[in-house]
């Protein structure tokens, strides 16, 4: 599985939209992009993924850049609740094992 | 439809004791992971099953074994503990040709 690269936290403004950065530049053609996030003692929970074109679901949005060679998730409104780690991993879509390799994350805090 | 539930959520072991963490899921998921995290790290993979009756390792299986004799339970077991095995253990389970995978809650495990 191709490496990610994470910004180890940032924080952002309630309400306004966050944009968490992933850096997968040695990502191959048939691995896909997937967040996940982790909300302070809680299990992971996944949130969205992608191949190449941009994908938006009730959670967020992820934005790939044509090379793929990064992305960008977005929270469009950020709240309290959306304090968390959030894991970009890159993964073939049916690996062996459908297995997940996180890495350190973005440490997101919302601030009111 | 309780999802993935663990048991027990926390204990505290002496070093050399043995326990078993259970793993029980109601989705018919084939596929079933056991994952360890550190305090300030990533998820850690330490084995997984594919399917009722096979067990494979994943990043770090040393001190662990684990069993699926049903396809709803997935156990971890530590022989003999020592206090490096001290994590917070979550499993997680999902469909063979799912993106998502589903996380329970954790155990917190702490050897002395």
């Known amino acids: 599985d191709a490496k990610t690269t994470q910004p180890p936290s940032m924080d952002c403004a309630e309400g306004r939209a966050a944009n968490l950065p992933c850096n997968h530049s040695?990502?191959?053609?048939?691995?896909?992009v997937y967040w996940y996030r982790q909300i302070h003692s809680q299990g992971p929970q996944y949130i969205i993924h992608g191949l190449k074109n941009n994908e938006t679901n009730e959670m967020a949005s992820l934005i790939i850049t044509e090379d793929r060679k990064s992305s960008t998730l977005i929270l469009p409104h950020a709240t309290l609740r959306d304090t968390a780690v959030y894991y970009c991993i890159v993964r073939l879509f049916k690996a062996a094992g459908n297995k997940l390799t996180f890495g350190g994350g973005t440490r997101v805090l919302v601030k009111p | 439809n309780a999802g993935v539930t663990q048991t027990p959520k926390f204990r505290v072991l002496k070093t050399g004791q043995s326990m078993t963490l259970l793993c029980a899921q109601d989705?018919?998921?084939?596929?079933m992971y056991w994952y360890r995290q550190d305090p300030g790290m990533g998820l850690r993979l330490i084995h997984y099953s594919v399917g009722e009756g096979t067990t494979a390792k994943g990043e770090v299986p040393d001190g662990y074994n684990v069993s699926r004799l049903k396809k709803q339970n997935f156990l971890l077991g530590l022989e003999s503990a020592a206090p490096s095995q001290t994590s917070v253990y979550f499993c997680?389970?999902?469909?063979?040709?799912?993106?998502?995978?589903?996380f329970g809650q954790g155990t917190r495990l702490t050897v002395v």
């Open positions: 997680a389970s999902s469909y063979l040709g799912s993106s998502e995978a589903f």
């Open positions: 040695t990502i191959s053609g048939n691995e896909y």
């Open positions: 989705m018919n998921h084939e596929y």
